[in-house]
């Protein structure tokens, strides 16, 4: 079954939801492409989970639309075969063993036993597959909610805050299943909280804030947009390198003593001025971890709830 | 040096199927045997159900002596035979009810609808599952009632009845088909309010609440109102002789299954519309 790259995207188009008074999603268009990873990102509460829940038909919008993979989500003969979706909210019976689960959704799509084995299997579930999926903890109910995503062989995968809960190992898990699922020329919608998350599994961010969309572009250009000229440096002449610095243009900080942190200046500018001025330096380092600052800055104004500063 | 992140893969599905009413129907079923709760609230349901008949015909019998005639006229060997029904029905209500809530309480709600995206074939699905469970595990148990009263009753040679005779076959299955609809009636009801504790008390109100509350209405007035109940109405499919401030056996019927269509197409359309 071969299908053309355009087909299996996921496409909104100035998607709207009111929940009441409240809008959840407001008037956002985005394309979810094949072949990458796709990250969502938005602090809690920016409407993530609502989009997936439009995009997957279980609420319809107030206005606008979303198709995956070229229908409706409810239009499909076959959607386990299409898309699969792990939610953030809790999804299964407590009372049935994770199995049993499988199984029932399986027999939707008059899918085998084998395969559910096979999904329980690679989502390490084997040693508790019989029992009651009350019991299990929040990263095995994560494992499941997985096991039940594959479970079709889908075309598209959406998965909701899928690190929430596991273990380490399980993250990692995540992260080359992610990249794996990417490879095989899926399309893959992830969300997150996290940008540190992002930056490590993500080919592309679509960031949304308060409902809103923010950003939809590469991780490249997000990272170095957002990563600038900052360099630390630590030196035991410290003050006197913060003195031969000091022009238009830059801001210096000092976190520690004998570290700077220089801002709007690049790190073989700042290495050629110590040289030139005998300034001993132990560490010169570009910062590129403010990753997590930019996207904090890039949401400030879109935070639901913001903890106010004493 | 590059390095290459190692990645996952999961396993291709050569075959593929498309979502049909059977497949969502055996889905349904899968989902109903594999909880634990349901086979024992049932289980316990029917011995219940089993069990009245059995003692009010060793009650019957034993005080049969001491009984004035006018207590002796009032006891009909079918009355005891189908004194399971009042048990049956209400384990059959609350499970009806948990069909549905338990999924909303649950969030499996959210899992089902992924898979079967088209709503109302889920809602049949439930529904027929579930009428069929109602039925084949009441009639059966209401002809080993029928039985085993008689038998307790003959040992003491009292109200004996014969299964052929005329109308005892016809209250039986009447019996059967009224838990069924209160069954469905439940479930549906279930659908609509979409909360375990709603959902019973809803049912509890409908039916056990608001027909003695008519009692306070004068006795014609009662009348008029009750034979419109859907318990009243619904009673009559297993009634032997006809009430007369009711309506025969066939209208009432239809005025219970009126009921019935009524709340499953108000559970057909909220679930169509509504955010799951």
Known sequence: MQRSVNELVIEATGLTKDYGAKRAVDDISFVVKPGLVTGFLGPNGSGKSTTMRLILGLDAPTTGDVLVNGKHYREHPAPLHEVGALLEARSIHTGRSARNHLLALAKTHGISRKRVDEMVD??????????RAGKFSLGMGQRLGLAAALLGDPATIILDEPVNGLDPEGVHWIRMLLRGLAAEGRTVFVSSHLMSEMS????????????????????????????????RVRSPQASELRRVLVR????????????????????NVVGELAAEHNVVLHELTPLQASLEE????????????????? | ?????????????????????????????????????????????MLLTLGFPILFAAVTAARWGQMSPHERADRHPLDIALAGVNVAQLAIAVLGVLVITGEY??????????????????????????AVVAFVLTFPALIVSFYSSQAILDRHHLLQISISAPGVLRVLVGGALYVLGVGVFALAIGAIVRSTAGGIGLFAGIFFVIPPLMN????????????????????????????????????????????CVVAIAIAAVLLERRDA
């Open chain 2, 105 to 130: 309480s649950t969030g499996m709600i959210r899992s089902t609808l992924l898979a079967a995206p088209k709503r109302l074939p889920v809602l049949w699905a439930k529904l027929g599952v579930y």
């Open chain 1, 200 to 231: 490590l599994t993500a080919d592309h961010l679509i960031v949304i804030g308060r409902g809103r969309l923010i950003a939809d572009t590469p991780i490249d250009e997000f990272v170095s947009r957002a990563s600038g000229a900052r360099v």
């Open chain 2, 216 to 259: 306070i209405f004068p006795t014609n007035w009662n009348n008029a109102i009750s034979r419109w109940l859907p318990s009243e109405a619904g009673r009559q499919l297993f009634a032997l002789t006809k009430d007369p401030n009711r309506y025969a056996q066939w209208p009432s019927g239809l005025i219970f299954l009126g009921y």
């Open chain 2, 1 to 45: 040096m590059t390095s290459v992140t190692p990645t996952v893969s999961v396993p291709r599905l050569t075959r593929r199927g498309n979502v049909t009413q059977w497949r969502v129907v055996a889905s349904e079923w899968t989902k109903f045997v594999t909880l634990r709760s349901t086979l024992w609230s049932l289980g316990v349901g």
């Open chain 1, 294 to 310: 930019a996207f904090m800055e890039l949401t400030r104004g879109d935070v639901e709830f913001k903890s106010v500063a004493a």
């Open chain 1, 122 to 131: 690679l989502v390490g579930l084997h040693e508790v597959a019989r029992e």
């Open chain 1, 248 to 267: 238009d243009g830059v801001s210096i900080t000092s976190p520690e003593a004998d570290v700077i942190e220089i801002d709007g200046m690049k790190a």
